[in-house]
């Protein structure tokens, strides 16, 4: 008879509803249910080149930010994220991502660009940035999704992406 048995729990998780059967389980004590939590990543950098008049080179840099889950962003603040959006309510159910660049390869990353943004259940954002980047330089770029920590992930170890551009393998032109 106890193999005909079965529980039906129903969760709503910030307007999900998630229906679960499930045969019972000896209960645990001290133990929690595990919540599904995104996980947001940084899925490619990307570059687009073009002269610049004054010298240098216009460097566009694309980059694709995914939730990797079925559960929006927002469904998982962590305290960071619910004093941020508290202290600011435009940003509210928002996290920020960021782009930094450095002198190849031994510069300080400097801020190029943030963005405050929501991903839902397996969307991808792409994003771009604009530097321009003199006569043979190199810079390395780095990328980081949820740069404030304001999201509780499954996995916190795949938020960042670096890249570098021009790639090593390409040598750059000599000055005239």
């Known amino acids: 008879m106890n193999h005909l ?9 910030s307007g999900l509803l998630a229906v679960s059967l499930a045969s019972p389980a000896p209960a645990q004590r001290g ?7 995104p996980d947001l990543q940084v899925e490619k950098i990307e570059f687009s080149t073009a002269p610049n008049p004054g010298g ?6 694309f980059y694709t930010l995914y939730n990797d889950s079925n559960i929006p962003s927002r469904n998982t603040p962590t305290a ?6 508290k202290a600011t309510p435009a940003a509210n159910l928002l996290f920020m991502s960021s782009i930094e660049y450095r002198d190849y390869s031994n510069g300080t990353y400097q801020p ?18 604009l ?15 949820d740069s404030k920590n304001w999201i509780d992930e499954s ?3 795949n938020n960042e992406k670096t890249a570098i551009w021009p790639p090593l393998g390409v040598v750059l032109p000599k000055q005239k």
Not at 56 to 61: K, P
Not at 121 to 126: G, S
């Open 5 to 13: 048995k079965r529980i039906v729990s129903v969760v709503f998780l």
């Open 31 to 37: 133990t929690a249910p595990l919540l599904a939590r």
């Open 56 to 61: 240098g080179t216009r460097l566009t840099i």
């Open 80 to 85: 960071a994220g619910k004093a941020g959006w």
């Open 112 to 129: 190029l660009s943030d963005l405050g943004l929501e991903l839902g259940p397996h969307e991808r954002q792409k994003c771009n940035a």
């Open 131 to 145: 530097l321009l980047v003199p006569a043979l330089g190199r810079r390395q770029f780095r990328v980081r999704v």
């Open 155 to 157: 996995n916190e170890n």
